[in-house]
């Protein structure tokens, strides 16, 4: 069969190459992750559109002028914490010339924050309230006396929690949270953001692909003990494993998790396919591995997402939120921040910081997520007009008692073309 899709044929009430390729969220056509046109399309409809967007945690601003800045898609935000405790955030450009209006990453303001450029001002709510020489010098200059400073303020996003976490909408039409996530992954989220967080440690990852084969990856429970030779060797996560899918019924959203159970007769299934993930590796240092069963459910691994680029992690006893940050068709940012409950032993710190050595650009089990993405976007230079086969556990996106599936990974597609229009 040709799965090519005619690239004369173009449609821009649907999309930059005409209608999507079969009406099936089993295929994806790879110009979707190269076309500029789309990619500005994404920034409007998904990041700017009925999404939230992780942009801090509550213990990251916990008193009055304490701030953050982050970016919700490609838009620069604040978030400050308001003198009656209440959480803000608005669009970190200056009204008068756009410039950044607070340049690092965090800190305390007190009562306003004011542009480097110009000395404009503004409130912890955002409000323009502050101009250098409004008036003029000596009755020359300034701006025109009809000048409406509630016109200009920066753009003002929602703002909402779950447990510890921060999340922001510019629309007016998000649901509250608990709605948008569904039942199920929301109880899988409280169920790791169970106590007050404190936070353990934070880079930024720049990663060679586009934003959505990152989400895909952590989507992908397939791949996860095929690629990553750390899991299978440590039986961390191994298909054999009890554990299975769970996709929000509107699809962008999902929880895959692996229960530490005896794998049977499957065990050796890995080596009887020779497939490179097994292998007779061992540490010199066990210890990493000393992992406790601190939610009581024999869950070892379970990976959240929340649609579109919010990831929580437990990985053992590493817990972290990902954020992806798209920086261009072809290029994205991973935020890291690793995750401990305030009222952690000494001991269980410890265990966490030396855990946090599986995750990461160079961790034992997540390094090679930071160049597979890089191998596929090189890999489809040239193939815009084909399609990726997404297929593994059927063409649906729903829920599954198997990791032996990509039933998330259409289901982030489900929920990707809903917000897109296609």
């Not at 003002?156 to 976490?165: A, C, D, E, W």
């Not at 007050?196 to 992908?220: A, M, S």
């Not at 007009?385 to 996106?397: F, N, P, Y």
Request: hydrophobic residues 35%; glycine residues 10%; negative net charge.
């Amino acid at each position: 069969m040709d799965t090519r899709i005619d690239p004369t044929v173009r449609d821009d009430a649907t999309t930059p190459h005409g209608a999507w390729p079969e009406d099936s969220v089993a295929r994806v056509p790879y110009w979707v992750y190269q076309n500029p046109d789309n990619y500005t399309r994404e920034q409007r409809r998904i990041f700017e559109g009925a999404t939230w967007n992780f942009v801090c945690l509550e213990t990251d601003i916990p008193e009055k002028g304490d701030y953050r800045t982050n970016q919700v898609g490609g838009m620069p935000v604040i978030v400050v914490r308001a003198a009656d405790g209440s959480i803000n955030c608005f669009e970190n450009r200056c009204a008068h010339r756009g410039a950044l209006i607070a340049f690092d990453e965090g800190g305390n303001v007190q009562n306003h924050f004011k542009c480097i450029y110009h000395a404009w001002s503004y409130d912890l709510a955002g409000n323009l309230k502050g101009i250098a020489f409004e008036h003029g010098v000596g009755g020359k200059g300034g701006l025109p006396k009809d000048f409406c400073r509630d016109s200009f303020n920066p753009r003002k996003l929602r703002t909402t929690t779950l447990g510890g976490l921060v999340f922001a909408t510019l629309s007016p039409d998000t649901l509250p949270i608990e709605a948008y996530l569904g039942e199920e992954v929301l109880g899988r989220a409280r169920r790791v953001l169970s106590r007050p967080l404190k936070v353990t440690g934070r880079f930024v990852q720049p990663l060679p692909n586009n934003w959505k084969l990152y989400v895909e990856n952590v989507k992908d429970t397939y791949h996860a003990s095929l690629l990553h030779l750390f899991f299978t060797t440590f039986r961390i996560s191994r298909l054999t494993q009890g554990g299975g899918v769970i996709v929000s019924p509107d699809g962008g959203h999902h929880a895959s998790y692996t229960i530490g159970t005896p794998e049977g007769a499957d065990a050796t299934a890995y080596r009887d396919q020779g497939i490179r993930s097994d292998s007779d590796y061992k540490l010199i240092d066990p210890s990493m591995l000393d992992a406790v069963d601190e939610f009581g459910d024999s869950i070892q691994l379970q990976m959240l997402s929340i649609f579109p680029a919010t990831i929580l992690q437990q990985v053992n006893n590493c817990l972290a939120v990902r954020q992806i940050v798209p920086k261009g068709p072809d290029r994205m940012e991973l935020h890291w921040t690793y995750l401990g409950f305030a009222d952690d032993t000494p001991e269980m710190t410890r265990r966490r910081l030396k855990q946090q050595n599986l995750v990461g650009p160079a961790g034992l089990v997540s390094m090679e997520d930071g160049c597979v993405g890089g191998f596929v976007q090189r890999g489809i230079a040239e193939a815009g007009e084909h399609v990726s086969v997404v297929e593994m556990g059927g063409r649906e996106a729903e829920s599954q008692a198997t990791r032996a599936t990509e039933a998330s990974v259409r289901g982030f597609w489900k929920a990707y073309r809903r917000h897109m229009g296609y």
